[in-house]
């Protein structure tokens, strides 16, 4: 367990050329979550990653960020059995991973991107310009998949950064709901993935040597235009799922990012994820002293990892499906309310530290490359547990995380 003051590196910022302008629940899952200590809501916590990217302050009040984060941790330490140190795991550049709040705001500030639309063209050229710019060969795999309108045509966007061993894929989905309002920008579903991403693949790109492959996927089509099916919503990852096929020994791990930027951020893991992924992210959340802003939901949800667990991959969602204007609301989802001022940089660097410690697991832990067991039975789509149903949450998040 490292103290999270001697965390703090960053990747480097962006250049002056390169400067920018400006779902869905159904039971278990085995293995269960390590039992950590129960953190303080916000004393430590919140006061320690609001220190380290408000923006225009760089770094400012590190000193106070190290004590809080020592004294976090010591607290925990007498409550929490000792788990296996991962001492291969180098620090996340907070500094590079605060980029993700640029990166967001560009790419929302583009406005609405339903596929199959001019804009959700010029959203995948803004992605694959944005790659370039960090050193990244993208790649835009152009593809026509059925809907239920008919034919039409998509657009993901890959860059893959060469590791040791194995691969890692990490996803956001580009595209913005159709039929919403026609000002829904989609900030959180998914500009934050989006953003998150961006930022890791700069930082990514800067280390002299990866532990394991990084392959970088921007997909499109995730939002279905009626409901859920095999030819509505999901596009991209299914593409994308299918033409990784010859890859499949070599994936470790899949690592969905959609709606990780709320203030108030609490990542609600549906349980169709794999254990083994599920004990990571929770240890790499505790180490740097948020376990309490992860938890596993009761329920299943579809979002863009379901073609790769249903078909055997070891793969995860963060999600935080509680977007709401009150603790365990969900009511700016899905509406012209999902605008940036919803979201914090915190929140997004704090999932691209947790991404980060994982990604740096991941060869030295025991996720299978690939499962020899048959799929799952289907995913129930969308949401199927009423929200009326849902227990209560035992500690209300009352303060975001700033
Ligand atoms: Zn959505």
Request: aromatic share 6%; net charge positive.
């Amino acid at each position: 367990m490292t103290p999270l003051g001697s965390r703090l590196r960053g990747c480097s910022p962006p250049s002056a050329g390169q400067a920018l302008p400006a779902r869905r629940i159904a039971g278990p899952v085995a293995g269960g979550s390590p039992a950590f200590c129960n953190l303080p809501k916000v004393t430590g916590t919140s006061a320690a990653f609001g220190a380290y990217s408000r923006r225009g302050e760089p770094w400012r009040g590190l000193a106070a960020l190290a004590l809080a984060a020592v004294a976090l941790l010591a607290a925990c330490s007498r409550e929490t059995p000792p788990r296996k140190a991962a001492a291969s795991v180098p620090p996340a550049p907070l500094a590079g991973l605060s980029n993700a709040w640029a990166e967001t705001e560009a790419f929302v500030n583009l406005g609405p991107k339903p596929s199959f639309s001019v804009e959700g063209a010029k959203a995948a050229e803004h992605i694959e310009g944005r790659l370039k710019a960090a050193g990244l060969e993208p790649v835009v795999d152009v593809f026509t998949d059925a809907t239920p309108a008919g034919p039409r045509i998509f657009r993901n966007v890959t860059a893959e950064l060469p590791g040791t061993t194995g691969l890692v894929v990490l996803i956001a989905h580009v595209d913005t709901k159709a039929g919403i309002a026609t000002n829904f920008v989609g900030a959180n579903d998914s500009g934050s993935g989006v953003g998150v991403l961006l930022a890791l693949a700069r930082c990514l790109r800067a280390e002299p040597s990866l532990p394991i492959g990084v392959l970088f996927a921007f997909v499109d089509g995730e939002e279905c235009l009626v409901s859920y099916g095999p030819i509505d919503g999901l596009h991209g990852s299914r593409r994308l799922n299918a033409r990784l096929e010859p890859r499949r020994q070599q994936i470790r791990g899949v690592l969905v990012l959609d709606m990780i930027g709320d203030r108030d951020l609490t990542v609600t893991i549906p349980r169709n994820a794999t254990p083994q992924l599920l004990d990571l992210v929770f240890r790499a959340a505790h180490r740097y002293g948020v376990r309490n802003r992860f938890r596993l939901l009761e329920g299943f949800m579809t979002d863009d990892h379901v073609p790769f667990f249903d078909t055997g991959y070891p793969a995860i969602d963060l999600i935080d499906f509680e977007y709401g204007s009150a603790p365990g609301a969900n009511d700016f989802w899905h509406t012209d309310k999902d605008t940036l001022d919803k979201l914090s940089p915190e929140s997004l660097a704090t999932v691209g530290a947790i991404v980060w410690d994982v990604i740096y697991s991941l060869p030295t832990s025991e996720v299978p490359a690939a499962v020899s067991r048959p799929a799952p039975r289907a995913t129930p789509r969308r949401a199927t547990v009423p929200r009326k149903t849902k227990p209560p949450i035992r500690e209300p998040l009352r303060r975001p995380l700033q």
